[in-house]
C-alpha cells in the first residue's frame, strides 16, 4: 500500500468519529483565530483543502460567495457535501483547478499527508495574486520536543508524513511565493485518552502512547505542561496559524 492509501484508509477508518476526536476540531477560538487570518469577504471563492467532513467549510458557508472542497477520502468529504458548493475528490499536490482561480485558499491539519513543498506551491498557484493562503498546523514547540512529539503522533497516526516545529508552516508559505507571512499561536488542552481514541489505531498503540507521555523527558513535560491525575494525562498542544499573501 502506497502513501496515500495508507491516508485514504486510516481517514475511512476515522471518518465516523472524527469530529469529536480532538478538542480542537470543534475549537471556536481556533475556529475564530483562521477567520480572522483568512478575512473572507462575500466575494470570496474559498477552497478547503483536505476539508475532510467540512468543519473548516463551516466556517466559511454564509460568508463567502464560493465554498468548495478538496480531499482524497470519499469516506471523510461525503460528510462536507451539504456544506460546499462543490466537492472534488483529488490530491492537493494535482489540484484540479485554473491558476488563481480563488481568492482564498485554506488547509487544516492537512499538509502533514502530502508531498511538500509541492502541495502547499500548488495551492498557491490555484490563489489569485493577492490572495491569501491560510495553514493551520498541529506543531512542536521547539528543537527539544519534537523528536518525541513525532514518536507519539506517529503512533497515533501512522500515515502522518511530516512533524513540524513553530516555523516551519510559515516557512513553506514563504518558500512557496508568499509575502508577508503572518502566524498566531493557539495553545489546545488535549485529554490523551480521548485524543489517542481516533477509531483508526488499536488499545495497543494507545497504550504506547500514554507509556511515552509517562516516560517523557523533563523539557518534553514542561513544553506541553503534561499533567497526570486519576490516570487521565492532559497536554497542551500547539497550533500554529499561519497566512501568505501572493505574490
Known amino acids: 500500500m502506497n502513501e496515500t492509501e495508507n491516508v485514504r484508509t486510516h481517514f475511512a477508518d476515522r471518518a465516523g468519529t472524527y469530529d469529536r476526536s480532538s478538542a480542537w476540531c470543534t475549537d471556536d477560538a481556533l475556529g475564530g483565530l483562521m477567520l480572522s487570518a483568512a478575512a473572507p469577504r462575500p466575494d470570496h471563492a474559498v477552497l478547503d483543502v483536505a476539508c475532510g467532513t467540512g468543519l473548516v467549510s463551516r466556517l466559511f458557508a454564509g460568508r463567502v460567495r464560493r465554498l468548495t472542497g478538496v480531499d482524497i477520502t470519499p469516506e471523510m468529504a461525503e460528510r462536507a457535501r451539504d456544506v460546499l458548493d462543490e466537492l472534488v475528490i483529488a490530491p492537493a499536490e494535482e489540484l484540479p483547478f485554473a491558476d488563481g482561480a480563488f481568492d482564498l485558499v485554506v488547509c487544516r491539519q492537512g499538509i502533514q499527508f502530502m508531498t511538500l513543498p509541492d502541495a502547499v506551491r500548488e495551492m498557491v498557484r490555484v490563489t489569485r495574486p493577492g490572495g491569501r493562503v491560510v495553514l493551520t498546523h498541529l506543531c512542536a514547540y521547539g528543537d527539544d520536543d519534537r523528536d518525541e512529539y513525532a514518536e507519539i503522533l506517529r503512533l497515533r497516526n501512522p500515515a502522518r508524513r511530516h512533524f513540524f516545529r513553530a516555523g516551519d508552516v510559515e516557512a513553506l508559505l514563504a518558500g512557496a511565493g508568499c509575502a508577508p507571512v503572518r502566524s498566531q499561536r493557539h495553545v489546545s488542552v488535549e485529554d490523551v485518552d480521548v485524543w489517542s481514541d481516533n ?49
Open 199 to 247: 477509531g483508526a489505531i488499536g488499545e495497543d498503540a494507545r497504550e504506547a502512547i500514554r507509556d511515552r507521555y509517562r516516560r517523557a523527558s523533563p523539557a518534553f513535560r514542561a513544553r506541553h505542561a503534561v499533567a497526570e491525575a486519576d490516570g487521565r494525562i492532559t497536554d497542551r498542544m500547539l497550533f500554529v496559524v499561519a497566512s501568505g499573501t501572493r505574490v
